[in-house]
């Protein structure tokens, strides 16, 4: 489907509108001024359960209560209802019947009694107690706190319009960081109280909180007015200790962020970063903060971990495209109004791309290491057959489909490609600045223009498709609009690899990985053989992603399926591979023992290619613009 775009005066008009109508066609009557009253009991993490209290500001009459759906960089409708327990409400001291609306599952409707000015709500919000049940968000060790996990909010009036006064109780002896600013910390019988500023809905549930039993803040920015800190919280306290030389890197990423944006939209950022096998893993973005979770070994086996130390530039880049700068389809009024994702490729893509550059830019991962990176992006892009029916624009689209669940056929259906494949456009579009201005501008050029504005401000600015190429030629003069859409809804074949030719790289199969690479795919505990076999294949010899008409595929191989000999031999890794080598000089196929459910077959893989690992190797006579990309700025 073609995207539709607006000028902005256009769009202020039609958000405007939409606001005014999404209040107009509320049954609840105008929400009282005065604040939430938001308690959290965070205290028994022996269960891992969230005990909430909640008075909410009513007049008397009809009124809905939401639960937040559409959570902000969620991209889709995952508000976590399933997880709500408990729910009684109350008003005048007698208890009130509560009704779910028949099509709107996240919407509860009530009748307020005469005199009631507060209806008050108690429930639980109840963490997966195993990953199977969802992401878990509390350990005897952490806990996160998601305030749209934890809050119902009034209809009627935008998020920003409704003040929460919130509270919190976390076990004795915990710390925690959060965006959030302390009003008042006391000691109560289950543990800690702490008393936040009030805040409007919208900066509450765009501020969450880590607390744990082993915690440490790093200062990124000492001695600035705009504090920066890492919270740190783990499993355990051997984790917490990271060398002067680690935290070098992560203060150096906070200059290079501001070189390259040249403005701040936060008061203070609070990096939040849990390390444990049980807490659950995530990275999501907000304004002034960012949630990440990552195995334990992120500072105590540093030289393993070097491939996901993206991460964090990923979501710092956030603030300023995605949190300040947004897509107009995202700068919904409420948590309850659809988002549109249209725009991700831009929200996502080049957030992709820059934390990529700026994750080589601070010295957290090495140029060589980060062209391997590319060359792992590229090379699966470039083989994905899904790309002859679904456009890359198509998958924007994605997390309303699928919303992460696993698929059978990756390759085949595709999934959130925005954002690698977006950021393979933005190198494109990077090089084209480059190679059009004769080295004068880049794509950091439009990264200070189009993100850099209204310096300080913590106010959405939101963005269309017009505004992103306007703002484009006005660094560089092009038809930036048929150069996007182009890569955005083509079918190949192949990915847009323009923009590593124009770097001066050019991606080759070679018979050897990297020792990057390599360490990667140990690390992984799996066996890549996606560009030879077309497949994957885990520790228990089960295989894992296949390619669509990949060789694997060809020969009748499918998901849920274990290998479990090579050509008569008991697989291990070695042996398989061994026997893709020895297939490369000769006729006969490569035959695998298999058992799939109560069946054992074997299949004969007639692949005769060998060993294929992809890598970037240099245009000769070319300019190295992909290095000076990554060289830190001055």
Known sequence: MPLKTFSRPLLAVLLSAAFSAHAAASATPETPSSPIVLHVDASNVAQQIFNIRESIPATPGKMTLLYPQWVPGNHGPSGPLNQLAGLRLSANGKPLEWQRDPVNMFAFHIDVPAGAATVEAQYQFLSPVEGNQGRITMTAD????????????????????????????????????????????????????VDFQTIDLDNLVDSPLFAGRYFKRFDLDPGAKVPVYLNVVAD????????????????????????????????????????????????????????????????????????????????????????????????????????????????????????????????????????????????????????????????????????????????????????????????????????????????????????????????????????????????????????????????????????????????????????????????????????????????????????????????GLSGNTTLLAVNGMAYTPKLLKKAIQAAKDGTQPINLLVKKGKQYQTVALDYHGGLKYPQLERIAGTRDRLTAILQPLK
């Open 236 to 555: 355990s306290p051997d984790s917490l200790e990271a060398t002067p030389e680690q935290i070098e890197k992560h203060r150096v990423l906070m200059q290079q962020v501001y070189k390259l944006f040249a403005s701040r939209h936060f008061k203070h950022y609070d990096f939040l970063l849990a390390l444990s096998d049980d807490f659950g893993g995530i990275g999501r973005e907000h304004m002034q903060s960012s949630e990440n979770g990552v195995k334990p070994g992120y500072f105590s086996e540093w030289d393993k971990t070097e491939a996901g130390r993206a991460l964090l530039p990923h979501e710092l880049t956030h603030s300023w495209n995605g949190k300040f700068r947004r897509p107009a389809g995202q700068a919904t009024p409420d948590f309850n109004t659809p988002l549109q994702n249209s725009l991700l490729w831009v929200y996502e893509g080049q957030t992709q791309y820059w934390g990529n550059v700026l994750a080589s830019r601070s010295g957290l991962i090495t140029p060589a290491n980060m062209r391997d990176l590319f060359a792992s992006t590229a090379a699966y892009y470039d083989a994905v057959p899904g790309r002859s029916w679904r456009a890359m624009q198509d998958t924007t689209n994605d997390p309303i489909i699928n919303g992460r669940r696993p698929i059978g056929w990756s390759s085949w259906q595709r999934s959130e490609d925005y954002y690698s494949e977006g950021s393979l456009i933005w190198l494109d579009v990077d090089t084209t600045i480059r190679e059009l201005s004769g080295e004068r501008r880049s794509l950091d050029d439009f990264a200070r223009a189009f993100f850099g504005v209204q310096n300080g401000s913590t106010t959405p600015l939101p963005y269309t498709f017009e505004d992103v190429v306007a703002a484009l030629n006005a660094v560089q003069p092009y038809d930036w609009a048929t150069f996007l859409r182009s890569r955005l809804d083509g079918h190949g074949p192949g990915a847009p690899l323009d923009g590593l030719a124009r770097a001066g790289w050019k991606l080759v199969y070679r018979d050897k990985q990297t020792p990057f690479m390599q360490a990667t795919e140990e690390r992984s505990k799996s066996t890549d053989l996606s560009y030879s076999l077309g497949l994957t294949v885990d520790k228990d010899g089960k295989l894992g992603k296949l390619l669509w008409d990949g060789p694997a595929f060809k020969a």
């Open 142 to 193: 952490i806990l996160g706190v998601q305030w749209h996990a934890m809050t119902l909010y009034p209809e009627g009036r935008p998020a920003r319009e409704i003040q929460v006064q919130p509270s919190l109780t976390l076990p004795a002896g915990w710390q925690f960081g959060s965006a959030l600013e302390v009003r008042a910390e006391s000691s109560t019988p289950a543990g800690k109280q």
